[in-house]
């Protein structure tokens, strides 16, 4: 059983609600930070999709942007440097289903832009060599923040009753 192991070295079990605190803390840290971009990128993708040569790269968006991508990875990669596990969450399939869902769904956005930018590539569509930059950053922070929504699915999810 998860909950009765300990950490020999600090002499406490695996599992605390300091943890659990942690852990939906940086989680999030993660889920604002994803709000943010997708409240700033999806309506600059429609404007861009729509009229690809009318885009202005403007720094406020940048400024948001990088802000976001800040708040998702600093979330992601410090739960994973104190190495915090999933809390001990209600088994609930439905719900875990859905935030799977929302994860993949998230990174379909994700891989619509990546295609726009990097694989279309419209002559009418510029933007300065640094943006690209960001959108790649962005793209990563998406990933992590996917991959954290999908083991916080799994969890709720439960065992899979056919192992």
């Known amino acids: 059983m998860i909950g009765s192991e300990t950490n ?8 605390t609600v300091g943890d ?5 803390f940086l989680f999030a840290m ?15 993708f ?3 999709l729509l009229d690809p040569g009318g885009h202005v790269a403007r720094p406020k968006n940048l400024v948001w942007s990088l802000s976001a991508i800040t708040l998702m990875q600093a ?21 875990g289903y859905v935030v799977v869902f929302v994860a993949r769904m998230s990174f379909v956005l994700a891989t619509s832009i990546f295609g726009f930018v990097f694989i279309v590539r419209r002559p009418e569509f510029q933007i300065p060599t640094s943006r690209y930059f960001a ?12 991959q954290e929504l999908e083991q916080l699915g799994r969890a709720l999810i439960g ?5």
Request: with cysteine; proline share 7%; charged share 15%.
């Open 30 to 44: 993660q889920t604002i930070g994803a709000a943010i971009l997708f409240w700033h990128v999806v309506p600059r």
């Open 46 to 48: 429609r404007q861009v």
């Open 135 to 146: 959108v790649i950053i962005a793209l990563f922070a998406l990933f992590c923040y996917t």
């Open 8 to 15: 020999s070295a600090a002499g406490r079990s695996s599992h």
């Open 159 to 163: 065992p899979d009753p056919g192992r």
């Open 75 to 95: 979330g992601y990669w410090i739960r994973h440097r104190l190495r915090l596990p999933l809390p001990q969450v209600l088994r609930n399939a439905l719900v």
């Open 20 to 24: 659990a605190s942690r852990y939906f």
